[in-house]
C-alpha cells in the first residue's frame, strides 16, 4: 500500500443466493468537492493500474486534488483468493457531475459463495501537479466574464465593421452626386444643343 492510504476491509457472511450461477454486485460510490469560490475544473478516469498488481484504478480530480481508489482483482471467498471484476458504473447511476463536485460509483462483482467473501481496496488523497484542466474529459464552468483580450477584440472588429459601414455609405453617396452631377450637366447640353437648334 502507498503511504497516507485509507484501506477499507469488506466482509460479507451468508449470503441468500436464489440460484448458484448468481453473483454478488457491490456498488461503492466516491466522491470529492472543493469548498473554494474560484472557478474550478473537475475530472474522471478509470482504467487498469500500470504496477502489475492486477488491479483497477479510479481517480476523480476537483482542481488539483484527487481521490485515488484502487480496487485488486482479487478477493477472499470462502477462505481462498479468487479473482473479482470491477466495473464503473456512472453511465447506468448517473451520479454528480459537477466543476466543484464529482462523484462515481464503482460495482465490484463477487462470485457465488457460501460462508463469506472478503474484499479490500483502499483510497489515497493526492495533490496533482497537473490540474483538472488539463484533461480530456473536464469539465469546467461556462465563465460568463469576458476577458481583456476578448473585449479588447471586440472592440477592434466593431470598430472595423463601422469603418467599414462608413465608407460603403460614403463611396455610396459620392458615386450617387457624381451621376446625378453628370446627369445635369448631360440635360444642360441637350437643353443648349436643342436652344442653338431653333
Avoid: W
Amino acid at each position: 500500500m502507498n503511504p497516507s492510504t485509507m484501506k477499507y476491509t469488506i466482509e460479507i457472511g451468508q449470503y441468500p443466493f436464489n440460484s448458484p450461477l448468481n453473483q454478488l454486485e457491490l456498488v461503492m460510490s466516491a466522491f470529492a468537492q472543493s469548498n473554494t469560490t474560484d472557478n474550478i475544473c473537475s475530472a474522471r478516469e478509470f482504467g487498469e493500474t500500470t504496477s502489475g498488481d492486477n488491479s483497477n484504478y479510479l481517480k476523480i480530480q476537483v482542481d488539483n486534488h484527487s481521490l485515488y481508489g484502487r480496487f485488486i482483482k482479487r478477493g477472499i471467498i470462502d477462505s481462498r483468493v479468487r479473482s473479482i471484476s470491477n466495473i464503473l458504473l456512472d453511465k447506468d447511476m448517473k451520479p454528480i457531475s459537477e466543476t466543484k463536485t464529482l462523484q462515481s460509483y464503482i460495482c465490484i462483482q463477487i462470485q457465488n459463495f457460501k460462508e463469506s467473501a472478503i474484499i479490500d481496496p483502499d483510497f489515497s488523497i493526492l495533490i496533482n501537479s497537473n490540474k483538472a484542466s488539463s484533461k480530456i474529459n473536464s469539465i469546467c464552468p461556462n465563465n460568463s466574464k469576458l476577458s481583456g483580450a476578448k473585449i479588447a477584440g471586440i472592440a477592434v472588429g466593431c470598430t472595423a465593421f463601422v469603418a467599414v459601414v462608413v465608407i460603403s455609405i460614403s463611396y455610396h453617396i459620392i458615386q450617387k452626386k457624381k451621376k446625378e452631377k453628370f446627369l445635369n450637366n448631360v440635360n444642360q447640353k441637350m437643353k443648349e444643343m436643342n436652344n442653338d437648334k431653333l
